[in-house]
C-alpha cells in the first residue's frame, strides 16, 4: 500500500514536467525606482517579464513588454542578471533590492545586439519589436552552478549607463527573481524539502521492516 501511494505521488510530479517551461511576471507602469537620475523614458520602464525554458533544446527564452517603444536613439540597455546556483552577487539594497542575486549577466542592448560577459549573443536570437524585446540563449552559454536549469533564478533592469544604482529605472520582478518553474525556493527551503524526503523514505523503510517482522 505505502509503495502504492508513493508512486501515486511520483507519477504526477513526472506527468507535470513538460519539455517547456515558462514564466511571466507583470510590473507596474510607471514605477521608476526612487533617486534614478536618468530620464523616465517609457521604454525603460518594464511592465512585464517572462522566463522560459526548452529542456528539449536546452534553450533558454526570454522576453520583456516596456511601457513604450524601444528607441535605440535614447540612453539605456537592458540587463537580465541570472543565478544558476551560486548567486552571491546582491549589490542592490541601496534601491531597495537585496533579494535580487545573480552570478551571471546577459546584456541586451536597443540596437538588437547582446552580450554575456564577454561572449557575444548570435544577433540572430534577438529580437525588438514595437516595445518587446526576445532573446533565445542556449544552456551552454549559462552553465549550471547548482541549480537546475528550470530554476535558475532570473530579474531584469534596464540601466542608462554602467557605473552607479541611481542609473537603474526599474526591477522585474521587484527585489526578487523569477525562474521557468516560478520562484526559486531560498536555500532553508531546499534543506527543509530534504529533510522532508528523508523523513518519508526512513518511515517507508520501518513499514517495510515491520510488515516484514509479521510475515
Not at 75 to 90: D, E, K, R
Request: charged letters at 10%; proline letters at 8%.
Amino acid at each position: 500500500m505505502k509503495r502504492s501511494l508513493l508512486a501515486l505521488l511520483v507519477v504526477p510530479l513526472i506527468a507535470l514536467t513538460p519539455a517547456a517551461q515558462a514564466t511571466t511576471v507583470t510590473d507596474p507602469a510607471g514605477d521608476f525606482i526612487p533617486g534614478f537620475i536618468g530620464p523616465a523614458n517609457p521604454d525603460l520602464d518594464v511592465t512585464n517579464f517572462s522566463v522560459g525554458y526548452n529542456s528539449a533544446t536546452s534553450i533558454f527564452s526570454l522576453g520583456a513588454t516596456l511601457a513604450g517603444d524601444i528607441n535605440p536613439a535614447t540612453a539605456g540597455f537592458y540587463v537580465i542578471g541570472v543565478n544558476t546556483g551560486t548567486g552571491v552577487i546582491a549589490p542592490f539594497a541601496s534601491v531597495g533590492a537585496p533579494n535580487v542575486i545573480f552570478n551571471q549577466a546577459i546584456v541586451i542592448r536597443k540596437d538588437g545586439t547582446g552580450s554575456i560577459g564577454a561572449t557575444a549573443l548570435d544577433p540572430s536570437t534577438i529580437a525588438i519589436t514595437g516595445n518587446i524585446f526576445t532573446v533565445r540563449v542556449p544552456l551552454a552559454l549559462l552553465p549550471t552552478t547548482g541549480f537546475a536549469p528550470g530554476n535558475y533564478g532570473f530579474n531584469l533592469w534596464p540601466r542608462v549607463a554602467l557605473g552607479n544604482n541611481n542609473q537603474i529605472s526599474d526591477f522585474a520582478p521587484n527585489n526578487a527573481t523569477i525562474s521557468a518553474n516560478g520562484a526559486v525556493p531560498e536555500p532553508a527551503t531546499w534543506g527543509m524539502m530534504l529533510v522532508g524526503f528523508g523523513v518519508a523514505g526512513m518511515s517507508l523503510r520501518r513499514n517495510r521492516r515491520a510488515r516484514l517482522a509479521r510475515a
